[in-house]
């Protein structure tokens, strides 16, 4: 059998021990023979990740940016994936850091050409960047003028609605195939999760579903994202008992990158959609089937409750600034009408026990009712103790949508650092003032190692942080001044934004400005996201604007010299992070400032990749109140910089 390591393996040493002998090698002489710049924070985070891997711990491997890490976390992981013959898994923060990692001059490429290694890495994405076959066909019977239907239907592959056996897979329905659709389009085509796909009769040609077989079967790597794993840990019991497959396979490792974003996500997987509509249709389906008489009024009595429970939740919503969430306030009413629902659907579950044992009622479709059933009835358990849950509502064309979720995830997340497996978290951001404890406590690990090593490189001649003299707060003033730092460096400018309405105000201003003919202006939104990334990287005079490329957007070089943060980035003002502020007596310095000053840190970071890039990062923050805000600023610049007044910008 061939020799499956990149080394010679001695079967009567630590395996780990070899595998950091082998790194050492890879660090102080095969990279460095191939033009890579080695450096000494790179050998301590690779001697650091070595006793995290030989005891199966749990480490925070804070890194600041140019210290390689990801080359590191990948020659451990693959290494040890062969090594347990179960592949590892890397976490991103979003799906456009999956493509930055595996794109073609992404660092598996280059460890896979310089080192001479077969690197098998496959992408779990989020079902939610997977086109649907049902929506698509609604579309079309709907007569949709908003899409290009033709379009769209020539990018399926033959066999999507032909009755032969697949020969092979081939991969389709991925949200980066379809590059030139907005979001608003996109979502009216992609997987969502009321889609019932256990019934539909595409499933098995369907994109998702043929890439989640694929992926499985990967040697060295499952590249995801933290929603999907954290999708994963949640409803691999469940999962189980009812007879499907865990969403990912049994893996070695998890190497979490961007860490510090891993408990926003966890929350959100955690969480339920509860839409009346979808909940009717369901279990109307129960009646289409030869039923008892006592079962056919309990249908009727809880399609009844869950119209009054959702009459009840929009008296009490109430619009949150700034945001598509609606809070909901809870009032002993309310309450009441979630839980005499509850109490019909447990009802209901009762009387399908004697429906099965009859063997009326289709297996198959017996089942989906009963999982769905039990899942609505896990979501209105927690309003039973209003303390315990954050919940939300938005609203579309088919009415409200109620979002529950846990308020302490810590719970759930308890079972994955049980595993006894090593579980790295890596980040340049993942302390505040130089302690863990802001993300050990939100994450709830207890035990853990831990390490921190700064950017080599010497910010204080590559970079320049401005503040504007004074602000008042108004958005033209904003602009005006965004709109000279961008003719300062002749586009090559990153905006990042607080939220969507400064993206899309500012979208519209800069339509009407000079300068709108003079660069090109990208926003987030517009297209696929991996692609705008790539058209701002080949168009080195563009403007990139975005909400959620504060973290993880690596492009060196000059395409990338000017970064304006129009905002602080507090964190925003949705249910999910009032629920946070109420569970402390000094939500601002415990919840608000910590998140702020992370992204912050991580926004500028988006601007040095390289030790030959230079530029400019601005600031535009006007006071608030009693808040330092200038000292604020100052304290994740890097080291070496210093605040300068953005009036000096015009003289050099």
């Known amino acids: 059998m061939a020799n499956p390591y990149p080394f010679t393996y001695d079967r009567t040493r630590p395996f780990i021990e070899q595998v950091g002998e082998w790194v050492g090698d890879v660090f102080y002489e095969i990279l460095p023979e191939a033009g890579f710049e080695v450096r000494d924070e790179q050998i301590y985070m690779a001697y650091q990740l070595e006793r995290a891997f030989a005891d199966k711990k749990t480490i925070f491997a804070e890194a600041g940016v140019g210290t390689g890490k990801t080359l590191v976390y990948l020659l451990y992981s693959i290494c040890y994936a062969r090594y347990t013959g179960k592949p590892a898994v890397i976490a991103c923060a979003d799906e456009s850091l999956i493509e930055q ?73 991925d949200r980066k195939n379809y590059k030139d659709l907005n979001d608003e389009q996109w979502n009216q085509i992609n997987w969502d999760a009321f889609q019932d796909c256990f019934t539909c009769d595409l499933r098995h040609r369907c994109g998702q579903t043929l890439s989640r077989e694929y992926y499985r079967k990967a040697g060295d790597l499952i590249i995801c994202s933290h929603d999907y794993y954290m999708e994963h840990i949640w409803t691999y019991e469940a999962r189980k008992r009812e007879g499907q497959i865990p969403l990912l396979p049994e893996h070695s490792a998890v190497v979490f990158d ?107 479709q017996l089942r989906i009712v009963e999982e769905r059933l039990e899942m609505m009835e896990v979501a209105l358990k927690l309003f039973e103790d209003s303390g315990a849950l954050i919940c939300w509502a938005t609203e579309d064309m088919d009415g409200l949508t109620l979002n529950v979720m846990p308020r302490d995830v810590k719970q759930v997340l308890a079972s994955m650092f049980s595993q006894h497996k090593p579980i790295v978290f890596s980040s340049a951001t993942l302390s505040v003032d130089k302690s863990f404890e802001y993300l050990q406590a939100g994450l709830g690990v207890e035990d853990y190692l831990s390490f921190s090593v700064d950017s080599p490189y010497d910010y204080g001649s590559q970079m320049q942080v401005y503040v504007p003299e004074q602000l008042t707060g108004d958005f033209s003033e904003k602009f005006e001044i965004a709109m000279s730092l961008i003719r300062r460096t002749e586009g090559r400018a990153l905006l990042l934004f607080r939220t969507r309405e400064e993206l899309e105000l500012f979208k519209e201003m800069s339509s009407l400005a000079p300068e709108s003919g003079s660069y090109t202006f990208l926003f987030e939104g517009d297209q696929e996201i991996s692609h705008l990334i790539s058209a701002f990287q080949g168009d080195e005079h563009s403007v990139l604007c975005a909400v959620t490329l504060w973290e993880g957007l690596d492009i060196p070089g000059p395409s990338l010299s000017n970064v304006i943060v129009w905002s602080l980035p507090y964190p925003p003002l949705d249910p999910v992070f009032m629920a946070k502020r109420a569970e402390t007596a000094a939500p601002f310095e415990d919840v608000d400032l910590p998140y702020m000053l992370l992204r912050l840190k991580q926004g500028m970071g988006r601007l040095i990749r390289t030790s030959s890039d230079q530029g400019i990062v601005s600031v535009l923050a006007e006071e608030e109140g009693q808040h330092p805000v200038l000292d604020y600023i100052a304290s994740v610049m890097p080291k070496g910089t210093e605040l300068q007044k953005l009036e000096k910008l015009s003289h050099k």
């Open 101 to 173: 990692l595996v794109k073609p001059e992404g660092d598996i490429a280059k460890l896979a050409r310089h080192l001479g290694m077969e690197i098998d890495a496959r992408l779990a994405k989020s079902p939610d960047h997977y086109l649907c076959l049902k929506k698509l066909d609604q579309a079309r019977n709907h007569d949709n003028d908003s899409l290009p239907l033709e379009v769209l239907y020539e990018t399926l592959p033959d066999f999507v609605y032909s009755h032969a056996p697949l020969q092979q897979f081939h991969a389709y329905g």
């Open 258 to 364: 961007e860490g510090h974003l891993l408990e926003s996500a966890a929350m959100k997987a955690l969480g339920y959609k509860i839409k009346h509509v979808i909940f009717e249709e369901l279990i109307s389906r129960l009646l289409q089937n030869d039923i008892r008489e006592t079962l056919a009024v309990l249908i009727d009595e809880v399609i009844m409750q869950s119209e009054q429970m959702f009459e009840s939740i929009r008296r009490q919503c109430r619009a949150i600034p700034g945001s598509d969430r609606m809070s909901i306030e809870l009032d002993a009413p309310l309450l009441r009408e979630v839980h005499r629902l509850r109490t019909v659907i447990a009802a209901i579950e009762e009387q399908l026990v004697f429906e099965s044992e009859l063997y009326t009622l289709d297996e198959y």
